[in-house]
């Protein structure tokens, strides 16, 4: 069965922290792996990553995959009050369903 | 260009009845797939329709159903509810199972 496994639970930072956050998966037949955050109900899109080693980055979000050791990380530098929310990391088993971590939920504080 | 529109946005109904949420998917996508969300945990496949068939299904019961028209939207039903439906809802539209956009969301809460 298809595992996506995220870490921490929750986080409390301060505004200007660096934070990291975990994703570890064991699926068959993996295209991607995708990250989304949630702040209210619908989940918002951040990245797709189906090569390792090859950071994405968007502003003070970037990601990065390692297929070998089965994982992705997420940082987000120079947090916001505005980054808290929770972040899903999900993965694609050829394109039919995403099978969805528990989430992480980071709250930064001002 | 819109997104995904779910409706109704919220809904309370009471145990053993039956309910139905409805999903327009993005324009240009042909793929609706539906997914369970308690509250403190990610989202739950439920079962995704392509070419008005359901293409493949989560591990949930015979109670959840769904169904797919010309236009590709897609309507979801539970029959039977258990207190245990309550949950969010949401509807999550691709292009042949490519490129996921996400809807608002139906929140059911069963009494």
């Known amino acids: 069965e298809d595992k996506v496994v995220q870490s921490p639970l929750s986080l409390v930072v301060h505004e200007g922290d660096t934070v990291t956050l975990n994703c570890s998966y064991e699926v068959t037949n993996f295209r991607s792996l995708l990250w989304y955050k949630q702040e209210k109900k619908a989940p918002t899109f951040l990245f797709m990553l189906?090569?390792?080693?090859i950071e994405k980055k968007s502003g003070r979000l970037s990601s990065i995959l390692d297929k070998k050791e089965l994982f992705s990380i997420l940082n987000i530098t120079a947090t916001q009050t505005g980054d808290s929310a929770v972040y899903l990391c999900?993965?694609?088993?050829?394109?039919?369903?995403?099978?969805f971590g528990g989430g992480t939920r980071l709250m930064v504080k001002p | 260009d819109a997104g995904v529109t779910q409706s109704p946005t919220h809904l309370i109904k009471t145990r053993g009845q039956q309910v139905t949420l409805r999903c327009s998917p993005k324009?240009?996508?042909?793929?609706v797939s539906w997914y369970q969300q308690a509250l403190g945990q990610g989202p739950q496949f439920i079962f995704q329709?392509?070419?008005?068939?359901?293409?493949q299904r989560g591990n949930f019961p015979d109670r959840f159903s769904g169904h797919q028209f010309p236009n590709y939207s897609s309507e979801l039903n539970v029959n039977a509810l258990l207190l245990g439906d309550s949950a969010l809802y949401l509807c999550?539209?691709?292009?042949?199972?490519?490129?996921?956009?996400f809807g608002s969301g139906t929140r059911l809460t069963v009494v």
């Open positions: 189906t090569s390792s080693g």
């Open positions: 999550a539209s691709s292009l042949q199972g490519a490129g996921y956009t």
């Open positions: 329709y392509y070419e008005e068939e359901e293409r």
């Open positions: 324009s240009g996508h042909d793929t």
């Open positions: 999900a993965v694609d088993n050829a394109g039919n369903m995403l099978t």
